[in-house]
């Protein structure tokens, strides 16, 4: 699975910015998908799974009403909405494909990854 992720940006704080990760291959529908993001001089974090046929999603605590994880099986792409953005948000976000079942959130869950997408909030 090949991933590219687009829809990063500079947004003011409190605004909103929607990201894709568009797949290639035919086994999208069989990966549950995760989005996370790496700020500067950090770790890279987990935000947000979606199970393979959509119905289940996860969200890192902080995130939860503000991230919105989504996918279009027949679009092979998996979204992350995020709203009332904070200077704290600002990260490079990838997106992943897992190997694992249900809602994967450990970086290891993850055998494929996408390039990453700057998204830069201020304040």
């Known amino acids: 699975v090949q991933l590219q992720a687009s829809g990063g940006g500079l947004v003011q704080a409190g605004g909103s910015l929607g990201l894709s990760c568009a797949a290639s291959?035919?086994?999208?529908?069989?990966?549950?998908m995760g989005w996370f993001r790496q700020a500067p001089g950090k770790e890279r974090e987990f935000v947000a799974a979606?199970?393979?046929?959509?119905?289940?999603?996860y969200y890192k605590d902080s995130l939860k009403g503000r991230f919105t994880i989504s996918r279009d099986n027949a679009q092979n792409t998996v979204y992350l909405q995020m709203n009332s953005l904070k200077p704290e948000d600002t990260a490079v976000y990838y997106c992943?494909?897992?190997?694992?079942?249900?809602?994967?959130?450990?970086?290891?869950?993850?055998?494929?990854w996408g390039q990453g997408t700057l998204v830069t909030v201020s304040s």
């Open positions: 291959g035919r086994t999208f529908s069989t990966h549950a």
């Open positions: 979606i199970n393979r046929n959509g119905v289940y999603t």
């Open positions: 992943a494909a897992a190997l694992s079942l249900g809602l994967p959130v450990r970086r290891t869950d993850y055998a494929y």
